[in-house]
């Protein structure tokens, strides 16, 4: 079992930054594949960023791309969301999502263990 717990969220103006971080508990997370993806409300839930177990790959929506950088620390169970330029269209919630075989990294239901999210507001 993981248990995931997002944190970094928060209001930021449009053109800022801001680092979501997920930190995991439970040993062998280096063993586990990462994203983060985002819900607006009313919304499906979109992909964002994946990372594999190894660190060696990520992957990353067309909406974020250039923008966002996915990364990890295994010796702290720690995955991490950079993001920059941010945009009015990037307010939403954003969940980090970790599992050990995933076939799709841009899948959702490809994810076992999900946070429980943390809140993102771009303002003008």
């Known amino acids: 079992q993981v248990q995931l717990v997002e944190s970094g969220g928060g209001l930021v103006q449009a053109g800022g930054s801001l680092r979501l971080s997920c930190a995991a508990s439970?040993?062998?997370?280096?063993?586990?594949?990462k994203a983060w993806f985002r819900q607006e409300p009313g919304k499906e839930r979109e992909f964002v960023a994946a990372?594999?177990?190894?660190?060696?790959?990520?992957y990353y929506g067309d909406s974020v791309k250039g923008r966002f950088t996915i990364s990890t620390d295994n010796s702290k169970n720690t995955v991490f969301l950079q993001m920059n330029s941010l945009k009015l269209e990037d307010t939403a919630v954003y969940y980090c999502?970790?599992?050990?075989?995933?076939?799709?990294?841009?899948?959702?239901?490809?994810?076992?263990?999900w946070g429980q999210g943390t809140l993102v507001t771009v303002s003008s």
């Open positions: 999502a970790a599992s050990m075989n995933v076939l799709n990294m841009k899948v959702d239901d490809q994810y076992a263990y």
């Open positions: 439970g040993r062998s997370f280096s063993n586990y594949h």
């Open positions: 990372i594999t177990s190894s660190g060696r790959s990520t």
